[in-house]
């Protein structure tokens, strides 16, 4: 079964410096999702990759799927305490078939 | 366009009772999905349904069941309620429940105490 690794498990960070969390997963992914979680709470939609080489920005974030489509990378550049949570990857371990398989979370936070 | 919504938000059981949770997913998406979070296993698939049949299941006991109605809404149902159970349930919705380059909506959840 496809397992997702995210690197690191927490981080802390002081305000405006820029940051990046990596997920690896264990087989080719078909599709790689970023959400943000506040504790608690439902997960909020980022960004989806597909393609291998594909980059995707909003707003201050940035994700990336390299192009053996296994390793993927969210950066934030400035960072502001909006920006705390936890953020998650998921994948589609099956082409066709909605049943993502996260990674465990990398907890943020902002310093000011 | 109203998102993905959950009721209740917050519920407390004690062991052995069961559960219905209720989702009703974003207007004219059609796949509903169940995910359980814990602190220890994080975020698991439950089940997929689509068109009022389940689609896909994950590894979880049968205990947990589910059901969809012909305007997408859909129940999960957990019987026999164990400690273990305690969780955050999260609902997701997409059009057509087709998997890669198909973005799944979170709503805010359940959160289910079992004591």
């Known amino acids: 079964s496809q397992e997702l690794e995210q690197s690191p498990q927490s981080l802390i960070v002081q305000e405006g410096k820029n940051l990046t969390i990596n997920c690896t997963s264990s087989?080719?992914?078909?599709?790689l999702y970023w959400y943000k979680q506040k504790y608690g709470e439902g997960l909020i939609f980022l960004m989806m990759?597909?393609?291998?080489?594909e980059e995707k920005s909003h707003e201050k974030i940035t994700a990336k799927l390299d192009e053996k489509k296994q390793q993927s990378s969210l950066h934030i550049t400035a960072s502001q305490p909006s920006h705390a949570g936890i953020y998650l990857c998921g994948a589609d371990p099956i082409q066709g078939a909605q049943k993502l398989v996260f990674g465990q979370g990398t907890r943020l936070t902002i310093n000011p | 366009k109203a998102g993905v919504t959950q009721t209740p938000r917050y519920l407390i059981k004690t062991r052995g009772q069961q559960v219905t949770l209720s989702c009703s997913p974003i207007?004219?998406?059609?796949?509903v999905s169940w995910y359980q979070q814990t602190p220890g296993q994080g975020l698991q698939f439950l089940f997929e349904?689509?068109?009022?049949?389940?689609?896909n299941k994950g590894n979880f006991p049968g205990r947990f069941s589910g059901r969809q109605f012909s305007n997408s809404r859909s129940e999960m149902n957990v019987s026999t309620l164990e400690l273990g159970d305690s969780a955050l349930y999260l609902c997701?919705?997409?059009?057509?429940?087709?998997?890669?380059?198909?973005?799944?909506?979170f709503g805010p959840g359940t959160r289910l105490l079992v004591l």
């Open positions: 990759l597909q393609k291998g080489g």
């Open positions: 207007s004219g998406h059609r796949s």
């Open positions: 349904y689509f068109s009022e049949t389940q689609r």
């Open positions: 087989k080719t992914l078909y599709g």
């Open positions: 997701a919705s997409s059009w057509r429940g087709q998997g890669a380059g198909e973005t799944q909506y």
